[in-house]
């Protein structure tokens, strides 16, 4: 299956913008899905196809494509945002993946 | 509200097998695909498969083929998922996701997993 690799961790300054990456080889023809987790709950979808908000997601988060490369951009971080983010897509032989995961720090 | 809630927690020796049910409600139960998705401790994510509530059709990562099977049973909106011959590092936390995308309205479409269950953690310990 394909791999998606993310960044361990990342910190951003409470307001400030916090970019998350995720690498594979598979995006450009997959779209790309993002979770946050934060710790003892369940994953909760905050991004689908790529850009897509589902309703109730503040609108500081947000996503974006370019080639073998997706990012989740946290605009203006809260300290609620602190949380595990995972990518997901599919791969061709239509398998759910997920990348390794990135810890977001507001501090 | 549209929720799934989830069998409570289990510990289990190395070879047997654990079923985790997966309640759904506040949805047309049929119109959408569930997942199971697993997390070992302070680890990631990992896709297991998936059941069509309506038909009972499943699709499974290749890497469960064999151990693991999937039912629905529409008259109690209920999806199981049944994981054999137990191991150690299926020590994990287990999830029911709800498919984003309506069948069959949506074809091929997936919008994500938009509904989790609260997670079912699974020891497996001599």
């Known amino acids: 299956s394909s791999e998606l690799i993310q960044p361990p961790a990342v910190s951003v300054s409470p307001g400030q913008t916090a970019r998350i990456t995720c690498s594979g080889d598979?995006?450009?023809?997959?779209?790309a899905y993002w979770y946050q987790q934060k710790p003892g709950q369940a994953p909760v979808l905050v991004i689908y196809?790529?850009?897509e908000r589902p309703s109730g997601i503040p609108d500081r988060f947000s996503g974006a494509s370019s080639g073998t490369t997706v990012t989740l951009t946290i605009s203006g971080a809260l300290a609620e945002d602190e949380a595990d983010y995972f990518c997901?897509?599919?791969?061709?032989?239509?398998?759910?993946?997920f990348g390794s995961g990135t810890r977001v720090t507001v501090l | 509200q549209v929720q799934l809630v989830q069998s409570g927690a289990e510990a289990k020796k190395p070879g047997a097998s654990v079923q985790v049910s997966c309640k759904a409600s506040?949805?047309?139960?049929?119109?959408?695909?569930i997942h199971w998705v697993r997390q070992a401790p302070g680890q990631g994510l990992e896709w297991m498969g998936l059941?069509?509530?309506?038909?009972?059709?499943?699709s499974f990562a290749q890497k469960f083929q064999g151990r693991v099977t999937m039912t629905a049973d529409t008259s109690t909106t209920t999806v199981s998922m049944e994981l054999t011959s137990l191991r150690p590092e299926d020590t994990a936390v287990y999830f029911c996701?709800?498919?984003?995308?309506?069948?069959?309205?949506?074809?091929?479409?997936?919008?994500?997993?938009?509904?989790w269950g609260q997670g079912t953690a699974v020891t497996v310990s001599s």
């Open positions: 059941i069509s509530p309506s038909g009972g059709s499943t």
């Open positions: 196809k790529d850009h």
């Open positions: 997901q897509s599919a791969d061709s032989n239509g398998e759910y993946v």
């Open positions: 996701a709800r498919d984003g995308a309506v069948v069959p309205t949506d074809g091929d479409n997936f919008y994500g997993m938009d509904v």
């Open positions: 598979a995006l450009p023809k997959q779209y």
């Open positions: 506040g949805y047309a139960f049929t119109n959408h695909y």
